[in-house]
């Protein structure tokens, strides 16, 4: 990696073992990680909260957001200022529950070398964007990176924010668009249709999410967010059918 990229690590204060985890892992890659104290969702301040819009949260994502949800959420866009803040041309984002492949350094070099992007994701928890059986998921690759790897644009989603490479543009297009939180960071991201930052992942990807670790989000209980009132049903359904004739429109014409 170049000595200019930052290496942005998100880690709860006191989750000293992920923090010794990504410490090790960073050693073996000969790259320094700069360690950033996420936002404790067990914690939010009323300022932490003045960003999230409840009601919009019940239409766009279908529930009410977690408290963890939220502090992720925040952890990634104060990163995204800070790149802008800091003037970076670029920057590599990571949490702290993976496991990377050591040829990261020698990728990113490759990465900041292609023009086309703004955000690349370099992990997925999509399972048709792991193993894609359509051209959408699969999508087109339009650069070699050395490795086997490729550089792939799709014209899906790819869920997941454990991993990516940001430059400015991409940074400011997702300040601007996320301003209100209204569902997770990484679906927010993946709103390619109304933020404008076309999809691209690294293939094969270069980045897993470490099993061993559990989610410092956690899991939502059964039948959460499953008995809404019909309007807040019906807006949501609305809401599915608008970004399904927007992104095909997005398709057509990007």
Not at 211 to 216: C, D, G, T, V
Request: hydrophobic share 45%.
């Amino acid at each position: 990696m170049r000595e200019s990229l930052p290496v942005f690590v998100i880690n709860l204060a006191r989750d000293a073992p992920r923090r010794a985890h990504m410490e090790a892992l960073l050693a073996k890659t000969g790259q320094p990680g700069m360690f950033v104290p996420a936002v404790d969702g067990g914690s939010l301040s009323a300022l932490d909260q003045v960003a999230y819009d409840p009601i919009r949260a019940l239409r766009h994502y279908g529930k009410a957001m977690r408290a963890a949800e939220i502090g992720c959420y925040l952890s990634h866009y104060r990163l995204w200022q800070r790149v802008l803040d800091e003037r970076r041309q670029a920057a590599l984002i990571l949490e702290d529950d993976i496991d990377i492949d050591l040829d990261l350094p020698d990728l990113i070099t490759r990465l900041l070398a292609c023009p086309d992007w703004l955000v690349v994701r370099l992990h997925s928890m999509r399972t048709p964007v792991l193993h894609p059986r359509t051209e959408a998921a699969r999508g087109e690759r339009v650069a070699a990176l050395g490795g086997g790897r490729g550089l792939y644009r799709l014209g899906t989603h790819t869920l997941g924010a454990a991993a990516y490479l940001i430059r400015a543009e991409g940074a400011r297009r997702l300040l601007a668009h996320g301003r209100r939180i209204v569902r997770p960071v990484d679906q927010t991201m993946d709103r390619f249709w109304e933020n404008g930052i076309a999809p691209y992942v690294v293939r094969p990807f270069p980045v897993r999410q470490l099993p061993a670790f559990e989610s410092s989000i956690g899991a939502r209980p059964p039948g959460a967010g499953e008995d809404q009132p019909a309007d807040i049903v019906l807006a949501r359904r609305l809401e599915r059918l608008r970004d399904s004739v927007k992104r095909r429109v997005y398709l057509l014409t990007s």
